[in-house]
Nanobody, 120 residues
Framework: QVQLVESGGGLVQTGGSLTLSCAAS????????MGWYRQAPGKQRELVAT???????KYTDFVKGRFTISRDNAKNTVYLQMNSLIPEDTGVYLC??????????????WGQGTQVTVSS
């Protein structure tokens, strides 16, 4: 079982910045695809960004140029640097991990989420 613990959320004004962190308990972290999703009130969960095992990254269009995802394999931690925040970025941000087991089978894991609120 993999545990993901997010931190770094909070209340920020429009134009401000926050950095989210997600610490993973998995010993297979370096072989895991990591990502961040967002759940806004009344909306479906949506992908924000992912970082692969080779550190290549993908972003959804609404955060490109503003958010940066990165990983530190030595610390089993993935980060999401969020700049130029706008009220539409408000939501619960959830850490995601796609982790291989010893057979190579991949499973998805989710953190509990951290609240980000951007005031206008």
């Amino acid at each position: 079982q993999v545990q993901l613990v997010e931190s770094g959320g909070g209340l920020v004004q429009t134009g401000g910045s926050l950095t989210l962190s997600c610490a993973a308990s998995s010993g297979s972290f370096s072989r895991s695809v990591m990502g961040w999703y967002r759940q806004a009130p009344g909306k479906q969960r949506e992908l924000v960004a992912t970082v692969s095992t080779d550190r290549s990254t993908k972003y959804t269009d609404f955060v490109k140029g503003r958010f940066t995802i990165s990983r530190d394999n030595a610390k089993n931690t993935v980060y999401l640097q969020m700049n130029s925040l706008i009220p539409e970025d408000t939501g619960v941000y959830l850490c995601y991990a796609n982790v291989p087991d010893w057979l190579g089978t991949r499973r998805d894991y989710w953190g509990q989420g951290t609240q980000v609120t951007v005031s206008s």
